[in-house]
């Protein structure tokens, strides 16, 4: 009969150590094969076939890292962890930037072993492909190096760190690596941490008793026990202050957090994945980032490019956008002019996908007929200054062939649609914002066509 059972490699020179982990692994029902030294190990992967690799970091012909960069290199499907002593996270970090999925620190606890395994041999298997609406849009040669950097990142455990500029995608990234990743089925946390009250922030993080502060009415568990098994995103990280960056060090260092008016800790089996648009290195420098936090972190570094750099994947982008908002919106999807589309190509998207999402929602708002034209996008002008001139917004100008009457109700309409935009649509509030009756604002909604109906529980405040 054939052997069905998962095949481990064990590289340790402690023969106690080596003889623990056999029984343990058979006890999980593994077979694992036990070896002290560098060569031994490379001769036993030359001749089996193995599912996953334990090796220490010092062994008598050379280190765990040496072994970690062949593994990488000749067997690259292959799953390797390390082994290394208790608070070496310099060992453990060098480790994961050669390859190795996680670690495991002296002394080897069992539970931490089992999980440690269970994470590994997850990866062998496949996860699904991401659907049409969780894929990264675009062919350009930063595109197509971006999936191909995901789909490695997929396998690790290490942490990442995702570069890129405001709307990019970023979150988008993080997903994608989590759902092609042995985590897939379990849950991923995303949390802004430039939204989170300074005096919250632990509680959200790490969850609090009842009764311990003011307003803790209830238990909650907090965010890293919420993704336990799975990933914690930690958008715009370098808004954290600096005495949560602590906290977060040694929650991230000991795979364990204690909530607040709690009197033990709690073990935390997370991926951590984290993002800024801002220089992580440049805040280190300036003393508002920690220094160890961000070699934690950024263990990985994985760069989202900006639209920018990617023009050719503009049309992609707008026939993606434009067929989802018209399907959101129940509604013909409309063609863009060859103005339109030229503009668009020889924009430079400062605020990147984002702001593309942004023009073409307006785009359609705008729009009366069945094609979308330039003056419909309503795009940025570039700003022209003098030598030493502050940059200033500047308006276009009302266009040669459009009547007067157009176009101040195209003004109208923009001003409405950005009041609405930043009182998320709420009438009563942007009615407010723009110094009118809530009867007046919906008047013209209706006479402007952009009435999407309800809003009658925000009241009229005359």
């Known amino acids: 009969m054939t052997n069905t059972r998962r095949q481990i490699l064990v590289v340790d020179d402690e023969a106690d150590l080596r003889e623990l982990l056999v029984i343990t692994l058979g006890r999980m029902k593994l077979d694992a094969q036990a070896v002290g030294t560098v060569s031994e190990a490379r001769r036993a992967l030359q001749e089996h ?18 072994l970690v960069r062949h593994i990488t290199q000749q067997l690259p499907e292959l799953p390797v962890a390390m082994i290394t002593a208790y608070g070496n996270m310099e060992t453990a970090t060098l480790a994961m930037k050669e390859g190795a999925y996680d670690f495991i620190a002296k002394p080897v606890t069992l539970d931490r072993l089992r999980r440690l395994i269970d994470d590994g041999l997850g990866i ?9 609406s969780e894929q990264l849009i675009g062919n350009a040669p930063a595109m197509q190096q971006l999936r191909e950097q995901i789909a490695k990142l997929a396998r690790s455990q290490a942490p990442i760190y995702i570069s890129g500029e405001s709307g990019t995608g970023k979150e988008r990234v993080a997903r994608l690596i989590h759902m092609l990743g042995p985590r897939h089925e379990k849950p991923f946390i995303a949390v802004n941490c430039g939204a989170i009250p300074s005096e919250l922030m632990e509680s959200e993080f790490f969850g609090h008793r009842k009764g311990s502060f003011t307003g803790a009415f209830e238990d909650r568990k907090g965010l890293f026990r919420e993704a336990d098994g799975g990933t914690l995103f930690l958008d715009e990280v370098a808004d954290l202050p600096l005495h949560m960056q602590v906290k977060l060090l040694r929650a991230i260092q000991e795979k364990s957090i204690r909530p607040v008016g709690e009197a033990h800790e709690f073990e935390v089996n997370i991926r951590i994945v984290c993002a800024t648009h801002k220089d992580l290195a440049e805040e280190v420098v300036q003393g508002r980032f920690r220094q160890d936090l961000y070699y934690r972190l950024n263990v990985i570094e994985t760069r989202v490019p900006p639209l920018r750099e990617r023009p050719e994947d503009i049309p992609l982008l707008v026939e993606h956008i434009m067929a989802r908002l018209c399907d959101q919106w129940q509604m013909p999807q409309p063609s863009l002019s060859r103005a339109a589309r030229d503009a668009l190509r020889e924009y430079a998207f400062p605020g990147n996908v984002r702001e593309l999402e942004n023009i073409l929602e307006r785009a359609l708002t705008l729009a009366d007929g069945p094609e979308i034209n330039e003056r419909h996008l309503q795009l940025r002008a570039p700003v022209e200054r003098a030598p030493g001139q502050q940059d200033a917004p500047r308006e276009a100008g009302r266009p040669a062939n459009q009547t007067l009457e157009d176009y101040l109700q195209e003004i109208e309409k923009r001003e409405i649609l950005r009041a609405l935009d930043t009182t ?19 008047y013209r909604l209706k006479k402007l066509g952009l009435d999407q109906g309800g809003d009658e529980d925000e009241g009229e405040s005359e």
Do not use: H, Q, V, Y
Request: hydrophobic letters at 35%; one cysteine or more; aromatic letters at 6%.
């Open 49 to 66: 076939s193995f599912d996953l690799c334990l090796t220490d970091m010092n062994l008598p012909d050379g280190d765990g890292i040496e």
């Open 124 to 132: 062998r298997d496949k996860a699904p492909s991401p659907t049409g």
């Open 424 to 442: 998320l649509w709420n009438r009563t509030a942007a009615a407010k914002k723009l110094g009118m009756t809530f009867r007046s604002l919906r």
